[in-house]
């Protein structure tokens, strides 16, 4: 079933995990895809794969946090497509060097709310004018349970910056609903991505300690996910806005 055909969906962090998991997937379900991501290399293997399999695909090498690359990939979209009509918000880091605010260094601070958090600000700045000129259309914005939960094993500028995404999702969410767009955040618990599969593997008590905290047993799969980015993309949604949904395997839930 194409539950997305007709949509074109400008997907940030579309390089890897959960970007290039997602992309994938709404193209299967009928979606045009817009992919942007600040690394050429795997942004060409995710438009490869999507070429392969017979999808309609746009691409822009981009930094979400510099104004005029943002402009410059959203126009691109827009001249392949003639529209906007999904903003799928997924760009983000995680540096090692994000700790507690006592020992994160300032610039580390800035360098993470200006890709997580400006980011989202700069995609919907060129973005949403775009959604609105279709008559409508989706953000998904992508937040952290992290921003819901406090943690002893602290990153603090990423944990701020996703409950930033939060509170921007609710903003805009007032702001554009009686124009016909939708604003949601989608809040994942620990996603199996090489990022965190690679850390985990050299360190197999962090494995086992974070999996017992998880009600349901097991890591997150991009496809988790994406199964929920193309419910919100889609029409099944349409009275949803200004959500921030968790889809963590209960680890909001645990108490102990």
């Given at each position: 079933?194409?539950?997305?055909?007709?949509?074109?969906?400008?997907?940030?962090?579309?390089?890897?995990?959960?970007?290039?998991?997602?992309?994938?997937?709404?193209?299967?379900?009928?979606?045009?895809?817009?992919?942007?991501?600040n690394?050429?290399?795997?942004?060409?293997?995710?438009?490869?794969?999507?070429?392969?399999?017979?999808?309609?695909?746009?691409s822009?090498?981009?930094?979400?946090?510099?104004?005029?690359?943002v402009?410059?990939?959203v126009?691109?979209?827009?001249?392949?497509?003639?529209?906007?009509?999904?903003?799928?918000?997924?760009?983000?880091?995680?540096?090692?060097?994000?700790?507690?605010?006592?020992?994160?260094?300032?610039?580390v601070?800035?360098?993470?709310?200006?890709?997580?958090?400006?980011?989202?600000?700069?995609?919907?700045?060129?973005?949403?004018?775009?959604?609105?000129?279709?008559?409508?259309?989706?953000?998904?914005?992508?937040?952290?349970?992290?921003?819901?939960?406090?943690?002893?094993?602290?990153?603090?500028?990423?944990?701020?910056s996703?409950?930033?995404?939060?509170?921007?999702?609710?903003?805009m969410?007032?702001?554009?609903?009686?124009r016909?767009?939708?604003?949601?955040?989608i809040?994942?618990?620990?996603?199996?991505?090489?990022?965190l599969?690679?850390?985990?593997?050299?360190?197999?008590?962090?494995?086992?300690?974070?999996?017992?905290?998880?009600p349901?047993?097991?890591?997150?799969?991009?496809?988790?996910?994406?199964?929920?980015?193309?419910?919100?993309?889609?029409?099944?949604?349409?009275?949803?806005?200004?959500?921030?949904?968790?889809?963590?395997?209960?680890?909001?839930?645990?108490?102990?």
């Amino acid at each position: 079933m194409d539950r997305l055909t007709g949509q074109v969906a400008l997907i940030t962090g579309a390089g890897s995990g959960m970007g290039r998991a997602v992309s994938q997937m709404f193209v299967q379900e009928g979606a045009a895809v817009v992919l942007v991501d600040n690394q050429a290399e795997p942004l060409a293997e995710t438009v490869g794969r999507i070429e392969e399999a017979g999808g309609q695909v746009e691409s822009a090498v981009c930094d979400v946090s510099d104004e005029n690359s943002v402009n410059r990939a959203v126009a691109a979209g827009i001249r392949r497509f003639g529209k906007l009509t999904v903003i799928y918000n997924n760009a983000g880091i995680m540096p090692e060097q994000d700790h507690s605010v006592l020992d994160t260094d300032p610039e580390v601070w800035d360098w993470v709310q200006d890709v997580n958090l400006k980011g989202v600000y700069l995609v919907c700045k060129y973005g949403i004018p775009a959604l609105l000129e279709a008559g409508g259309g989706s953000v998904i914005n992508v937040a952290s349970f992290v921003a819901l939960v406090g943690c002893t094993v602290p990153q603090d500028s990423y944990t701020a910056s996703k409950g930033g995404v939060i509170a921007l999702t609710r903003s805009m969410a007032a702001q554009f609903g009686s124009r016909g767009v939708r604003v949601n955040a989608i809040c994942p618990g620990p996603i199996e991505t090489p990022l965190l599969m690679d850390w985990l593997l050299t360190d197999p008590d962090a494995k086992s300690l974070r999996l017992s905290r998880i009600p349901l047993g097991r890591f997150g799969k991009p496809e988790d996910i994406g199964y929920l980015a193309i419910y919100l993309a889609s029409p099944e949604s349409a009275w949803m806005t200004g959500a921030a949904l968790n889809i963590d395997g209960g680890i909001t839930s645990y108490y102990f």
